[in-house]
């Protein structure tokens, strides 16, 4: 099983990026999905998940309606659009999937490697 994060780089502030998780070895389907970023520095926090099985999407509060998280099952990818990007979003992001969706990384077992994404103001 792996998870491949991609589409970090350099954005100015206000700016927009849309990170993709693209998972071999393993199918997205049922499980839940969640992006996790850790910035310069800092503990690794939750950002967004999705319950593939129905939907169900959550958000960190300082994400809210600015983040999009979107699975495809077709192409068993999962997305994260990041809009209105703020200097605060700088960090390596990762994708995690496991069977509940919750916000600790402890019930995750599938990691990727990571992305940057640098928002400079």
């Known amino acids: 099983v792996q998870l491949v994060e991609s589409g970090g780089g350099l954005v100015q502030a206000g700016g927009s990026l849309r990170l993709s998780c693209a998972a071999s070895g393993f199918t997205f389907q049922d499980h839940a999905v969640c992006w996790f970023r850790q910035a310069p520095g800092k503990e690794r926090e939750g950002v967004s998940c999705i319950g593939t099985d129905d939907g169900l999407t959550d958000y960190q509060d300082s994400v809210r309606g600015r983040f999009t998280i979107s699975h495809d099952s077709a192409k068993n990818m999962v997305y994260l659009q990041m809009n209105s990007l703020e200097s605060e979003d700088t960090g390596v992001y990762y994708c995690?999937?496991?069977?509940?969706?919750?916000?600790?990384?402890?019930?995750?077992?599938?990691w990727g490697r990571g992305t940057q994404v640098t928002v400079s103001s």
């Open positions: 995690a999937a496991g069977t509940v969706l919750t916000w600790s990384e402890s019930a995750y077992d599938y």
